[in-house]
């Protein structure tokens, strides 16, 4: 059975995954994901769904306009590159509001929906990998939020007075 830890040794490992939990979550907050458009046909055709079908509100507004603006930018400097590429990289949030985005797209007409279907074929499978990959990341830092909970627990334990209770004999 492991030697129980003192609360002084709870507090430093707390502190310790602590420093770990933030780094984590700095570093998932900067990490890109590359997601591959395919052509300059499909990063257009999203850059139209997102300014033309896509309804907005307050709560919405601003990741739009970070996720518009950024993959709009990428364009730019893809097409100014000497080796032209679709690849847009994009955060945890831009993917997130890509999907969110993509799926809640509405529309009128049929040629409208046959765009729209043509590009979420096109790159659905390349915007779910990278949903999947931030999904596993972020797993990691909600697991080490656990373990914070776990010592946090430890530690209130070992910090309750213990009460020694002597057996009376006759």
Request: charged share 25%; hydrophobic share 40%; net charge negative.
């Amino acid at each position: 059975m492991a030697k129980a830890k003192t609360l002084s040794q709870l507090k430093d490992l707390r502190a310790q995954l602590e420093i770990e939990v933030n780094e984590a979550q700095t570093e998932l907050a900067t990490r890109e994901y590359s997601v591959d458009l395919e052509n300059t046909q499909n990063i257009n055709a999203v850059l139209k769904q997102i300014d033309k079908s896509y309804q907005w509100n307050i709560k919405n507004a601003a990741f739009l306009i970070n996720l518009y603006d950024s993959i709009s930018d990428q364009k730019r400097i893809n097409a100014n590159a000497e080796e032209k590429t679709s690849i847009v990289k994009l955060n945890n949030l831009q993917i997130n509001t890509l999907y969110t985005v993509l799926t809640n797209i509405t529309g009128t007409g049929i040629e409208s929906a046959r765009t729209f279907t043509r590009l979420l074929t096109n790159v659905g499978a390349q915007i779910s990998d990278a949903l999947k990959q931030t999904a596993d990341d972020n797993k990691v830092v909600q697991q080490k939020h656990v373990e914070l909970a776990e010592l946090d627990v430890a530690i209130d334990e070992a910090s309750k007075p213990t009460v020694e209770v002597e057996e009376l004999t006759k």
